[in-house]
């Protein structure tokens, strides 16, 4: 049976998606297929490498995102996305998708045609840090002449790979949208942003149908994209809404 893991975008909250791996792994659910997008790349990658939940999440901890040895120089970004590839090579030896022992899918959006392409196949590194390249703060990603950015841009939940390959999808989505007040409206950067994740949020959950199984624990809204503070919280968050979720469905032991 092939089993289908969509991981969504979220910034530091993907860390859930650890958490989720975690507690499938001890109900004997082992997807053979991911799809991936921004911080769901990074877990997808590791994890179709075959690195280990708990190696994933010490990657998170100590990997040094903000630093000032990253800052990028004469390029559209704080931080210089690229400074970034040999932290993944010590992981992926090969960089290539072939090398992985799990199918992997990793979205990243074209910056300059404004279309959503889907790797999988050839060069690894470089789409995973394509995809978790959020704009305005890490700089774009060059692959074969285009210029990459954020998978979530254009789709933060993407089960369209999944969907024709797998039997069972089960969809981790770390971006739930914050109950605001209209008091929290003080500016119109606010209002842009609110009417950014409006959109995006709403575009995911129209495809939580595809999945047999979402784990979406609102919980995740009190966290900032890059604090990186509360990592063991949202992990923990990631593995209690998983256990849950599966015995409410009757999950104890396979899928």
Do not use: Q
């Amino acid at each position: 049976m092939n089993i289908g893991l969509v991981l969504s975008g979220g910034g530091i909250r993907g860390v859930a998606h650890i958490g989720v791996i975690k507690a499938l792994e001890e109900h004997n659910i082992y997807p053979t297929h991911i799809a991936g997008t921004s911080a769901g790349a990074i877990v997808g990658a590791l994890y179709a490498g075959g690195v280990k939940w708990s190696d994933i999440l010490e990657f998170f901890k100590v990997i040094p995102i903000f630093h000032a040895n990253r800052f990028a120089l004469k390029k559209p970004g704080f931080l210089d996305t690229e400074k970034f590839y040999d932290e993944f090579k010590k992981f992926f030896p090969k960089d290539s998708f072939e090398s992985l022992p799990k199918t992997l899918y990793i979205t990243a959006t074209d910056i300059i045609k404004g279309e959503l392409m889907i790797f999988e196949e050839g060069e690894l590194i470089k789409p995973v840090l394509a995809s978790a390249t959020f704009p305005g703060v890490f700089s774009p990603i060059s692959i074969d002449g285009s210029f990459y950015i954020d998978g979530g841009v254009l789709n933060n939940f993407p089960t369209e790979p999944l969907l024709p390959r797998c039997d069972k999808i089960i969809g981790s989505y770390v971006n739930p949208l914050k109950n605001i007040k209209v008091k929290d409206l003080k500016h119109s950067y606010n209002v842009i942003d609110r009417a950014y994740k409006i959109k995006s949020v709403s575009d995911s959950i129209a495809k939580f149908a595809d999945c047999d199984l979402v784990i979406s624990p609102e919980e995740l809204c009190e966290f900032a994209t890059f604090d990186m503070r509360y990592i063991d919280d949202i992990f923990e968050i990631g593995y209690k809404s998983t256990i849950k979720i599966l015995k409410d469905n009757g999950y104890t032991s396979s899928i």
